[in-house]
């Protein structure tokens, strides 16, 4: 780590000065370029998981500071320095020039119609959207637009592989309306029109108990592990628990993750009779999992809990059984909470298989020790890698292709059904599951003679989508 260091300080007085320099080289277009660069290097250099995949990331890759300056001005751009920094297999390490945004997408803070949408496929290039809910206390609440509704235009235009980014991006949204007609889609001339706004979403949407032959079933449709709602989440649970519930239904079929302390409280708010017991362990590089098991072990473990912030107790069920509903829009936290409970109590999951993806990031910062405090004023780059991998207490890790249901049944654009009421098909087959009661599984979807597959969903191009992250790096060295 010392000649890593010297160079990058050697490096770092490069930079000085070719950022004064009147006949700068042409590859360097940005004047922070090698900052930002050598920034990226040194933060995948320190703690990326998949760092002995990578030959550049070696310690002793650069022999002098001459062969590294060069290796990064090769580069075009810091995406493409990035890029190069990460092995194919990882779908979710990312880089972004604004950490601004990525701190509020943590904190459930975004620019938003309020509409959350799924597009599917028609054929090669064509597209369909159908609203899945509505965020309350957004623009879009009590528009005339609902979960069910189907649209094929976005302002006037119809949707297209080459066009909906920018279409659903815009400032004001007009929605025009559409619905099954036999097995085609059609218009229904009607227009809704929202305009964006910034919200802080709560990701509790929905919180009831259903009883039903003679069961008192709670339900929760949980959509992010937000930190910032802990105690909202806490509430629910003791919501649940002053309801005397016999089974929990929790609804994380539009969950893409989030924070794991919040993974952690919520599987322990479930549980509640496992406090101090591994709810999953920790893999890290190598130079990370050496240092934790010589000088602190336990760091390479997260517990089951019994408190939140403050030294609040959390409110727990004691369940012996729980019942998931996930899609492919359920990814890491979520899976963790599935796959960390799993050694300790029955969990069935109804849905379809969920993302597949067990490892967590952390955000690193350009400062000395990736922090953001000190941060170069000089630019808004930060980087997300994944620095470690989580299994449960039996060494299980999610599968790379996505944990499959055991009780398997689809979202179809048909019938998509009320969410939270017993009849909405993913519910009903849950309920169905919990009570035995074969004639109650009027969840059957029905089947249209239309092809779709499905294709993006709100926030799949926000920073934070389908991520797992902890919130600061364990420094484990420093950089003298």
């Not at 009147?22 to 277009?29: H, L, P, V």
């Not at 919501?239 to 609804?251: A, R």
């Not at 997260?302 to 359920?330: A, E, R």
Request: charged fraction near 25%; include cysteine; proline fraction near 4%.
């Amino acid at each position: 780590m010392k000649k890593r260091s010297l160079l990058i300080s050697s490096l770092l007085c490069s930079i000085l000065f070719i950022s004064c320099a009147d006949d700068m080289d042409d590859e360097i277009r940005d004047p922070q370029y090698l900052e930002i660069a050598d920034f990226i290097y040194r933060g995948m250099n320190e703690i990326y998981l998949y760092k002995p995949g990578i030959p550049q990331l070696a310690d002793d890759y650069f022999t002098n500071n001459k062969n590294y300056e060069d290796y990064l001005k090769s580069m075009k751009s810091p995406e493409e320095l990035f890029d190069s920094l990460t092995v194919p297999l990882d779908r979710f390490s990312f880089l972004t020039d604004d950490y601004i945004e990525l701190e509020n997408s943590f904190s459930g803070i975004s620019k938003t119609t309020g509409v959350d949408y799924r597009l599917y496929l028609l054929n090669s290039n064509d597209l369909v959207g159908i609203v899945r809910y509505i965020v309350p206390g957004s623009n879009a609440e009590d528009m005339g637009i609902d979960r069910g509704d189907l649209f094929m235009q976005i302002n006037g235009e119809p949707l297209n592989l080459s066009n909906y980014q920018s279409l659903l991006a815009s400032p004001s949204v007009t929605f025009s309306l559409a619905k099954i007609n036999g097995n085609t889609i059609e218009e229904t001339g009607e227009e809704v029109t929202i305009a964006a706004s910034q919200i802080t979403e709560n990701p509790i949407l929905l919180q009831k108990v259903i009883e039903t032959d003679g069961k008192k079933i709670g339900y929760l449709m949980y959509n992010s592990f937000v930190a910032d709602f802990d105690d909202e989440l806490n509430d629910a649970f003791a919501y649940f628990k002053s309801e005397n519930i016999d089974d929990l239904v929790l609804d994380l079929r539009y969950n893409g993750g989030g924070r794991v302390s919040s993974a952690t409280r919520l599987a322990s708010m479930i549980t509640g009779s496992n406090t101090g017991k591994i709810f999953a362990k920790q893999q890290w590089n190598d130079s990370y999992q050496n240092y934790f098991l010589a000088t602190n072990p336990d760091r390479l473990f997260d517990y089951f809990t019994d408190k939140i912030d403050n030294n609040i107790p959390i409110n727990k069920l004691n369940l012996g059984n729980l019942y998931v509903i996930g899609t492919s829009s359920t990814a890491s936290a979520s899976e963790l909470v599935i796959n960390g409970l799993k050694p300790y109590i029955n969990v069935v999951t109804i849905g379809t298989r969920t993302t597949g993806k067990s490892q967590a990031s952390v955000t690193l910062y350009d400062s000395e020790d990736f922090s953001r405090q000190n941060a170069s004023p000089n630019h808004t780059y930060a980087i997300q890698p994944l620095v470690y991998e989580s299994v449960n207490a039996n060494d299980i890790v999610v599968p790379y292709t996505g944990i499959d249901p055991d009780v398997e049944i689809a979202e179809e654009l048909d019938n998509f059904g009320i969410l939270g009421d017993p009849s909405e098909p993913l519910l009903a087959a849950a309920i169905a599951k919990i009570t035995g009661n074969s004639q109650a599984q009027s969840f059957a979807a029905k089947k249209m003679q239309i092809n779709y597959q499905e294709f993006k969903e709100r926030g799949a191009s926000k920073p934070d989508y389908k991520r797992m992250y902890i919130d600061k790096v364990p420094r484990i060295r420093s950089n003298n």
